[in-house]
């Protein structure tokens, strides 16, 4: 199973966690706990975490997707509290510290067995893409690449079963017809879209929002 837990966004689901722009997720998967992004701000994606029962200790690997501060703002304060990490950043990307192991991503790579970047993308953003029995989970920091270029480039790990991240100015509805299930949060100007157009497969994302796969509606984590 694969769990994934939405720590910042520019919305929330729960009173209890702080909204901010930004994006950030906690991701079970392949036997690895993964920060995905670090949000705009350290001292709120912390918090949000402790909410959500998120211990910084656990995590083992930060994927960052891109060099935009609403995406590694938090970065500093994780690693404060968590240096012993790995932390995977597009080759771009420079000066990141006291990290365990810092991995510089321009090409696909696979990083285990079940989890593996789609490298650098023009736009200088990674996408993580997570193997399951139902097919692949994309997860995107803003897609400034465009989402056609990162589905072929996921694609060449088998049938995309769920997007989930920033989809930017995306309205390209026909793409997510070949997908099972989209989560867009953060950046995704034409939300209202999505959902309109694909309401069996659309998922409301926001600070607090926990997805399974496979998928159980409001599962909790």
């Known amino acids: 199973m694969i769990k994934i837990k939405i720590l910042y966004d520019n919305t929330s689901c729960r009173k209890d966690l702080t909204s901010d722009w ?26 949000n975490m402790r909410r959500m029962q998120v211990e910084p200790s656990v995590i083992d690997m930060v994927f960052i997707s891109h060099n935009h501060f609403d995406h590694i703002g938090g970065l500093a304060s994780f690693l404060h509290d968590n240096p012993d990490v790995d932390v ?99 950046c995704t100007r034409f939300i209202k879209g999505i959902a309109e157009h694909f309401p069996e497969k659309y998922i409301p994302g926001g600070a607090g929002r926990c997805v399974t796969i496979p998928y159980k509606p409001d599962a909790a984590l």
């Open 22 to 47: 930004g994006f950030s997720a906690y991701i079970e998967a392949g036997g690895r706990h993964i920060l995905f992004d670090t949000g705009s701000d350290g001292h709120i994606l912390m918090g």
């Open 88 to 186: 995977y950043v597009p080759e771009s990307l420079r000066g990141v510290k006291r990290a365990r192991n810092i991995v510089h991503v321009s090409a696909p790579l696979r990083i285990s067995e079940t989890l593996f970047s789609t490298g650098e993308l023009p736009g200088n953003e990674q996408a993580l893409i997570i193997a399951s029995p139902e097919g692949s989970v994309v997860i995107v920091g803003c897609s400034h690449p465009g989402l056609e270029r990162i589905k072929e480039a996921a694609s060449r790990n088998g049938k995309i079963h769920m997007i989930l991240g920033g989809l930017h100015e995306f309205h390209q509805y026909d793409l997510l017809e070949d997908v099972d299930l989209v989560c867009p949060t953060h």
